[in-house]
């Protein structure tokens, strides 16, 4: 930046104040790790941010000072609320902040957990509002790999069944995967349908905890099932998740909906453009969004790669796939 440039833009300062010594620290990172991190995220206007005398101090051009604190503050509170204080949680509440256009981000925790659940993005943070709206009795959740739809959805589900809200939390998903058919897999029903139930049990298990999992799985409390098994069942008293529901024929969908009963909530999740269904059949995903979408009691949420948390290599790979298929759909028209 050259000095005419610099000077024509006005240089703040501002302060964090956390009295809490250890706080401090963390919030500083190990070596200022985090401080440094913050310091590159603003870059362009010249943050420095330093830790003096039970604060942060941030200075640098234009707002960017206030728009650290803010991500500062956000941090801080979702230190507060029990989330780590390491790099990953630093950068959600960056992204959140930088999505409120630099106003403090407001915090949606889901608790009662084994660990709280808070949402990583601003798509993130409007699905779990969605997810916790008892007045919507259907909610889709819909986008790539990796931006937390399934997780956010059954971390929701566990919340309700934890807090009495619900008797039951059932998950099913249809078994289809790359073109593998159950009666080709070795051993009993139980043991076919295990691998494609694993996801659903792992984020249980992040949520609940393993044991406990295993006394309400006991008890009939939670269930994790192949998309037939719902056939001809009425679910009342319980919070339903049908994941990787683009996998679901359209006769399959209609089954499976008008299986919600009293007091019963249902969310959908699943990614429209990744289908494995054999070719030519139609998704009922993406068949019952249309027909559904304006419903009272529905709601939509659609996340994209810029909600992809897994790893920062996952926004790029689905932008990557994203970019090609527009290129080649562009092809195929000429």
């Known amino acids: 930046m050259s000095d005419r440039s610099r000077s024509a833009r006005s240089a703040h300062r501002q302060v964090v104040k956390i009295s809490n010594p250890q706080l401090l620290r963390e919030v500083c990172g190990p070596a200022h790790s985090h401080l440094q991190a913050l310091e590159r995220a603003f870059a362009d206007y010249e943050l420095q941010a330093d830790s003096q005398g039970g604060a942060v101090v941030l200075s ?22 029990g989330a780590e204080a390491n790099a990953a949680e630093l950068n959600a509440a960056l992204r959140l902040v930088q999505s409120t256009g630099g106003s403090s981000a ?124 719902m056939r001809g069942r009425t679910l009342k008293n319980a919070f339903v998740i049908i994941d990787e529901a683009q996998n679901a024929t359209v006769p399959q969908m ?7 009963g009293r007091g019963s909530r249902m969310i959908v999740t699943g990614d429209p453009s990744q289908t494995d269904l054999p070719d030519k059949t139609p998704s009922g995903l993406a068949h019952a969004i249309r027909i559904l979408r304006n419903i009272p009691g529905v709601a939509m949420e659609e996340l994209t790669s810029a909600d992809v948390v897994r790893h920062e290599l996952v926004g790029q790979i689905v932008q990557a796939y994203d970019r090609d298929a527009a290129l080649s759909g562009a092809g195929r028209r000429v």
């Not at 234009?62 to 801080?76: I, N």
């Not at 039951?168 to 009666?183: C, N, Q, S, Y």
């Not at 209609?254 to 919600?260: A, D, E, F, S």
């Open 254 to 260: 209609k089954m499976v909906l008008t299986r919600l």
């Open 106 to 229: 407001a915090l949606d925790v889901l608790s009662g957990l084994r660990r709280p659940v808070m949402a990583q993005t601003a798509g993130q943070r409007a699905y779990l509002e969605t997810l916790r709206r008892d007045d919507l009795g259907l909610v889709f959740g819909v986008g790539p790999a990796g931006t937390g739809k399934t997780f956010l959805a059954v971390a929701a589900g566990a919340a309700e069944l934890k807090a009495g809200k619900r008797e039951r939390l059932i998950v099913a998903r249809p078994a289809v995967e790359a073109g593998e058919k159950l009666g080709f897999l070795p051993g009993a029903l139980e043991e076919k349908v295990d691998p494609y139930m694993l996801p659903i049990w792992d984020s249980l298990n992040e949520c609940l905890g393993a044991p406990e999992v295993e006394r309400r799985k006991e008890r009939k409390e939670i269930e994790v099932a192949p998309l037939a098994f």
């Open 60 to 81: 640098g051009l234009d707002d960017a000072p206030r728009r650290a604190a803010d991500v500062l503050e956000t941090f801080v509170e979702r230190i507060a609320a």
